[in-house]
């Protein structure tokens, strides 16, 4: 399928996919609706009833103290661009009202080189710390800057990186256009935010921790150098540009109980020949993979030879014969011999099992094979099973 786009669509392929944080976007949770002012700020009421800081009107005041509340509402979050391009400030302090400082909330606050940020905060925007002196001697101490548990910059990084141990996100944008060649990330860190390795042309190798469930749109956009990627069980989705522009990408290991395929997830990966898609994916989304865009004919084309090896009756033999494509069908695979412990059913045992088991006896919606999760083989599966299973990961 050829699809036509417009020049000026053209014109923002031929640049790339901008890396900076809108302001135009709104949070969620805003209500739509005229700031208000307070003292030397401007706010907005959030969903919620609590206040987001959106302006700061000081100018000579050097040390500055966030209010905790404003007109009797509590502040929670401190928005985009708040303290933007506030040279005079040296110092900040964030009371622990505030869970949420968003993007580039102090960008190019030159003289920036004190804040104090509470444990409540647990949501830090891209380029939150732009251009201050506090995030560059937070790069001086380690390349990856972590607070709270969310690595929120590791620009500076060259070579081959390990996330910090007890890390648990990867904050959008973290590795944008950083000189990584490869990554190893640990287990506690369960979400990748989108973009987090935007533009990382050097990066060849990537290992993802098997408890992820969240990996945020384009995460490897325009990795130009990534050949290969193994996705790990937990996840359950693929999102959206998840690996636009690999341009050298030529595998790819999908999870095994995988239900949706975003839009464009791997496009222009032209060295990627073919996928072995899982029966378990319901939806694949606009052009996900099998299209690259010809800049002789400005036009989407398929990938040639692109193969699609799927299974009878299942939405990836759909999407080949839709898009067509060739394909390698199979029947359904023999039924599963699991050990106990190995709760997805991949064969092997870990972290991942434990973690699937504690949300299916929590009542969450996840897929388990029965015969792995009975640890203890009494013919139920409940709590003390969690407990075995911890017992028997922790022996290994």
Known sequence: ??????AA????????????????????????AAAYSYQNYTYELLDDGTAEITGYNGSSEKAVTVPSAVDGRKVTSIGDYAFDDHDEIVSVTVPDTVTRIGSAAFNYCGSL???VIPSAVNDIGPDAFCGTPWLNSMRA??????????????????????VPAGTKRILPHAFSASDVTSVTIPDSVTEIGEYAFNICGSLTDITLPDGLTVLGERAFFECHSLSSLRLPDSLRTVSEGLCEKCTSLSEVTLPKELTSIGDYAFIECESLKSMTIPKSVASIGEMSVGYFFSYDTFEYEKVSGFTVSCYAGSAAEAYAKEKGFASVVSSDPAPLTVEPGDVNGDGYIRMVDLTDLQRYV??????????????????EINMKDITDLQKLINSK
Do not use: H, Y
């Open 1 to 6: 399928m050829k699809r036509i786009i417009s």
């Open 9 to 32: 669509a053209a014109v923002m392929m031929l640049l790339g996919t901008a890396a900076l944080p809108l302001k135009t976007a709104l949070p969620v949770g805003r209500i739509a």
């Open 113 to 115: 080189s004190s804040i």
């Open 141 to 162: 101490k380690s390349p990856t800057v972590v607070i709270n548990g969310m690595l929120v910059d590791g620009k500076t990084c060259q070579g081959s990186v390990t």
């Open 362 to 379: 929590n009542g969450w919606d996840v897929k388990i094979v029965t015969a792995g999760a009975d640890v203890n083989s009494d013919g």
